[in-house]
């Protein structure tokens, strides 16, 4: 990563579970020299990272576009959870690897003066993510992890892969 962050740079890691997630805690290195606090959704897959993480880590409300009926309610809920959290961290940066999850936070981010770093994922590697397109316009920096994804966000990074 191209930023300089030292241990007292408030950031908050937000991302869905999952690929998303994993492609986050790639970024552990720059986690480690900085005054971190991880986001994700709580599922049965990950729940145990409160044991490890502790007081560094949150939770949201598990929810995919495929709970149809359901995703507006859980968006909403997220909305609140992600707005108590911000207020509680008062990060300085965002960093996400996306997806849905992250929106919310981002763009509370984006309200309250907060930088936004939107890494765009590694599997998409010739069309937009949903959320790509969103938080394009409000990140400040938004990298993407191949060359190619340059022509469909010409104003983005290239930095290469994370993994």
Not at 7 to 34: N, R, V, W
Not at 42 to 53: M, V
Not at 90 to 103: D, E, K, M, N, S
Not at 128 to 153: N, R, S
């Amino acid at each position: 990563m191209k930023h300089s962050f030292n241990e007292k740079t408030k950031i908050i890691f937000i991302s869905s579970t999952g690929g998303h997630f994993a492609e986050l805690m790639q970024l552990k290195p720059i986690m480690d020299k900085c005054n971190y606090h991880i986001v994700t959704e709580k599922t049965a897959t990950n729940k145990n990272l409160k044991e490890k993480y502790k007081n560094k880590l949150d939770f949201l409300v598990y929810g995919t576009r495929k709970t149809k009926l359901l995703y507006p309610f859980i968006l909403l809920i997220n909305c609140f959870i992600s707005l108590f959290i911000f207020l509680k961290i008062r990060p300085q940066v965002i960093i996400t690897t996306g997806t849905h999850t992250a929106g919310p936070m981002c763009c509370i981010a984006k309200i309250l003066g907060c930088k936004i770093i939107y890494i765009e994922t590694f599997a998409n590697r010739t069309s937009k993510t949903a959320t790509g397109k969103l938080l394009y316009h409000i990140a400040d920096t938004f990298v993407v992890q191949w060359e190619e994804m340059l022509e469909l966000y010409p104003k983005a990074k290239y930095w290469g892969w994370i993994f």
